[in-house]
């Protein structure tokens, strides 16, 4: 599974921002796929993340409420709507690809097989 995220740039605190991950492949109906952010100097987090074959949702209590991901079976893409942007949202942001029938706490860590490369979001004034 090769994944590609386009997406990212600059916005302002309270912008908006739609994040893409285009995935080729074998994905699998049983799979799950996420994004997951990097800070400068900070660990990888989780952000959200989806069932690809039910399209049931998780998310990072930091993000619950303003980000929204969902999915697209005909394009193969992972997109993840950003509203209410914060300084603190800044990051490298990543799309995951879990293979299998993850359960949730799987999918809320960091154990996917296939990352993508990123894009940059940063939120500043």
């Known amino acids: 599974v090769q994944l590609q995220a386009s997406g990212g740039g600059l916005a302002q605190p309270g912008g908006s921002l739609r994040l893409v991950c285009a995935a080729s492949?074998?994905?699998?109906?049983?799979?799950?796929m996420g994004w997951f952010r990097q800070a400068p100097g900070k660990e990888r987090e989780f952000v959200a993340a989806?069932?690809?074959?039910?399209?049931?949702?998780y998310y990072a209590k930091s993000v619950k409420g303003r980000f929204t991901i969902s999915r697209d079976k005909t394009t193969n893409t992972v997109s993840l709507q950003m509203n209410n942007l914060k300084p603190e949202d800044t990051g490298v942001y990543l799309c995951?690809?879990?293979?299998?029938?993850?359960?949730?706490?799987?999918?809320?860590?960091?154990?996917?097989?296939?990352w993508g490369q990123g894009t940059q979001v940063t939120v500043s004034s």
């Open positions: 492949g074998n994905i699998g109906s049983n799979s799950g």
């Open positions: 995951a690809h879990k293979e299998g029938a993850p359960i949730v706490s799987t999918l809320m860590s960091l154990a996917y097989e296939y």
């Open positions: 989806i069932k690809w074959n039910f399209g049931s949702t």
